[in-house]
């Protein structure tokens, strides 16, 4: 008689096997920070990769930005395999050592790698989830529900990036600033619950060690993939696991990797306690409260202001937008004159508009308004929707066509002689104090312009905390709870994916 059923005994063999699996998956993530693996469909995704690989070597630069326009999001977008709109931001992201794309599921081999990828990465997670003592699918089940509702966005994306070594980046020793070279090539965490990699080259990628420090090569036999967690992760196993520090050394052929990041769907509620109440013991109490997928990328865009992935000339988050990928702006006209929009700190703030010759450089403009408001050019900052860091004889039209987006230069006159003030304290990461007295009901802006004209401090590399919190540039400091006598402290700023 024939029957479909498993054998018991096979199926016996089976489940130690799968057993052994996780728990070797389990210790690779926690001695490496990474597991190497098979490719589960490996002709597809080697595919997807090679025809990518291809194309970003050799593709115009017209004929990239074409593909991103192509693919930003519009109503009439014909339905996905998934059943809904592409995932993410979409976009095409051009950095000195890295060009980075997000992608549309309307191309068939592309989506076919994505649907591989996200299989693979789910049957890790309910690996891990066994392996962790909790529910089989306790976290899978994070994950968006396939297929997804008409007109919602994937909380997972599949990113295609493409590393080359330009110039300064052989050879450069990179933590976490960066400079032009390696820009997008940064230490940093990822934001999701794990990232499974497969890649053109073997070589390229590497994890910190949490154990000394060091950085370790990834090293990729064709067909393999690599996977490491984020710090979604992280947060759902209450820290038992932790998010890879990583990083990518931009090889002299080039690589092309894609790299799917698996997140937790904005409304899922993540609660350690609830997923690990088989092993309580693990609990750590920071790990108590349960978030939603929402709230879990918030706290990230907070302690991870910078991103490697973001177009970004010293962008540095000051409005909170940062973690976006900003396509290249293009199409501006040539202009005759500038118009520089100019906030100058006094209560209530005071704007200026300056019209300044087409070449002027940021010099010529922090001068324009040292001689129409007596500002210093060091109480002068230069802020484009992010912070911007750049010397002085930058080009401003060039400037802003980079960015995308109108500058704005914020300065910061010293308070009146009869205008009531608050003193703040800054405290440095080797202790060092710095004292301002501020006029009351001063923006987290004005403090920021102060201490880069006083002390080693730019808001595109560090950041201000005031009760474990990043302190915004924008509201008073006073509606954040800060006043007279108060210290904050200086950090710096960390790199999310
Ligand atoms: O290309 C890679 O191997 C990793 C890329 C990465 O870390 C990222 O985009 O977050
Ligand atoms: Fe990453």
Same mark, same amino acid.
């Given at each position: 008689?024939?029957?479909?059923?498993?054998?018991?005994?096979?199926?016996?063999?089976?489940?130690s096997? %799968?057993?052994?699996?996780?728990? !070797?998956?389990?210790n690779?993530?926690?001695?490496?920070?990474?597991?190497?693996?098979p490719?589960?469909?490996?002709?597809?995704?080697?595919?997807?990769?090679?025809?990518?690989?291809?194309?970003?070597?050799?593709?115009?630069?017209?004929?990239?930005?074409?593909?991103?326009?192509?693919?930003?999001p519009?109503?009439?977008?014909?339905?996905?395999?998934?059943? =809904? $709109?592409?995932?993410g931001?979409?976009?095409?992201?051009?950095?000195?050592?890295?060009?980075?794309?997000?992608?549309?599921?309307?191309?068939?081999?592309?989506a076919?790698?994505?649907?591989a990828?996200?299989s693979q990465?789910?049957s890790?997670?309910?690996?891990?989830?066994?392996?962790?003592?909790? %529910?089989?699918h306790?976290?899978s089940?994070l994950l968006?529900?396939?297929p997804l509702?008409?007109?919602?966005?994937?909380?997972?994306v599949?990113?295609?990036?493409?590393?080359?070594?330009?110039g300064?980046?052989?050879?450069?020793?990179?933590g976490?600033? =960066?400079?032009a070279?390696t820009?997008g090539?940064?230490?940093?965490q990822?934001?999701?619950?794990l990232?499974?990699?497969?890649a053109?080259? =073997?070589?390229?990628?590497?994890?910190? !060690?949490?154990?000394?420090?060091?950085?370790?090569?990834?090293v990729?036999?064709p067909?393999?993939?690599?996977?490491?967690c984020g710090?979604?992760?992280?947060?759902a196993?209450? =820290?038992?696991?932790?998010?890879?520090?990583?990083?990518?050394?931009?090889?002299a052929?080039?690589r092309?990797?894609?790299?799917?990041?698996?997140?937790?769907?904005?409304?899922?509620v993540v609660? $350690?306690?609830?997923?690990?109440?088989?092993?309580?013991g693990?609990?750590r109490?920071s790990?108590?409260?349960?978030?939603?997928?929402?709230?879990?990328?918030e706290?990230?865009?907070?302690?991870?202001?910078? !991103?490697?992935?973001?177009?970004?000339?010293?962008?540095?988050g000051?409005d909170?937008s940062?973690?976006?990928?900003?396509g290249?702006?293009?199409?501006?006209?040539?202009v005759?004159t500038?118009r520089l929009?100019?906030?100058?700190?006094t209560n209530?703030?005071?704007k200026?508009?300056?019209q300044? $010759?087409?070449?002027?450089?940021?010099?010529?403009?922090?001068?324009?308004v040292? !001689?129409?408001?007596?500002?210093?050019?060091?109480r002068?900052?230069l802020f484009?929707?992010?912070?911007v860091s750049?010397p002085?004889?930058?080009?401003?039209?060039?400037?802003?066509?980079r960015?995308?987006?109108?500058?704005k230069?914020?300065?910061?006159?010293?308070?009146? $002689?009869?205008e009531p003030?608050m003193?703040?304290?800054?405290?440095?990461?080797d202790?060092?104090?710095?004292?301002?007295?501020?006029?009351?009901?001063?923006?987290?802006?004005?403090?920021m312009?102060?201490?880069?004209?006083?002390a080693?401090?730019?808001?595109t590399?560090?950041?201000?905390?005031?009760d474990g919190?990043?302190?915004?540039p924008?509201?008073?400091l006073?509606?954040l709870?800060?006043?007279?006598?108060?210290?904050?402290?200086?950090?710096?700023?960390?790199y999310?994916?």
């Amino acid at each position: 008689m024939a029957h479909g059923g498993q054998a018991l005994s096979d199926r016996l063999v089976e489940g130690s096997q %799968q057993r052994a699996l996780a728990e !070797s998956a389990l210790n690779c993530l926690e001695t490496d920070g990474f597991i190497r693996l098979p490719l589960e469909d490996v002709r597809t995704v080697a595919a997807a990769v090679r025809a990518w690989d291809a194309w970003l070597a050799s593709a115009p630069a017209e004929a990239k930005l074409r593909h991103a326009r192509a693919a930003a999001p519009t109503p009439q977008r014909a339905p996905t395999p998934l059943g =809904g $709109p592409p995932p993410g931001g979409r976009g095409y992201v051009s950095l000195p050592a890295k060009e980075l794309f997000e992608v549309v599921l309307d191309d068939q081999l592309a989506a076919r790698a994505l649907l591989a990828l996200h299989s693979q990465g789910a049957s890790m997670l309910s690996m891990l989830s066994r392996a962790l003592g909790m %529910q089989p699918h306790g976290l899978s089940a994070l994950l968006d529900e396939l297929p997804l509702a008409p007109n919602r966005d994937g909380s997972s994306v599949l990113h295609v990036c493409r590393y080359t070594q330009s110039g300064a980046a052989a050879g450069s020793s990179r933590g976490g600033g =960066g400079s032009a070279a390696t820009q997008g090539t940064e230490a940093h965490q990822d934001r999701g619950l794990l990232t499974v990699v497969a890649a053109s080259e =073997g070589e390229g990628l590497e994890v910190q !060690s949490r154990h000394d420090g060091s950085w370790r090569r990834v090293v990729l036999w064709p067909g393999e993939a690599a996977m490491f967690c984020g710090l979604s992760l992280e947060w759902a196993t209450g =820290g038992m696991l932790k998010a890879a520090v990583h990083r990518v050394v931009p090889l002299a052929p080039g690589r092309t990797s894609l790299c799917y990041k698996l997140r937790v769907r904005p409304d899922a509620v993540v609660d $350690p306690p609830a997923l690990l109440q088989y092993s309580p013991g693990h609990l750590r109490p920071s790990y108590q409260a349960p978030k939603t997928g929402a709230q879990l990328m918030e706290m990230f865009a907070a302690s991870h202001p910078l !991103s490697v992935n973001a177009q970004a000339l010293g962008s540095g988050g000051g409005d909170g937008s940062s973690g976006r990928a900003e396509g290249e702006a293009t199409g501006h006209a040539q202009v005759e004159t500038l118009r520089l929009d100019v906030v100058v700190l006094t209560n209530p703030q005071h704007k200026l508009s300056l019209q300044l $010759p087409a070449g002027s450089a940021l010099l010529d403009a922090k001068r324009a308004v040292a !001689s129409a408001t007596d500002v210093p050019l060091r109480r002068q900052l230069l802020f484009s929707g992010s912070w911007v860091s750049l010397p002085d004889d930058t080009p401003l039209a060039h400037l802003e066509r980079r960015l995308g987006r109108p500058l704005k230069l914020y300065a910061a006159p010293s308070p009146g $002689p009869q205008e009531p003030t608050m003193r703040i304290n800054c405290m440095g990461f080797d202790g060092a104090k710095i004292e301002f007295d501020l006029r009351v009901g001063a923006t987290g802006i004005e403090l920021m312009v102060l201490l880069q004209a006083r002390a080693c401090y730019h808001p595109t590399k560090q950041m201000l905390i005031f009760d474990g919190e990043r302190v915004h540039p924008m509201p008073p400091l006073a509606e954040l709870g800060i006043g007279d006598g108060d210290s904050l402290d200086i950090l710096d700023k960390q790199y999310g994916d």
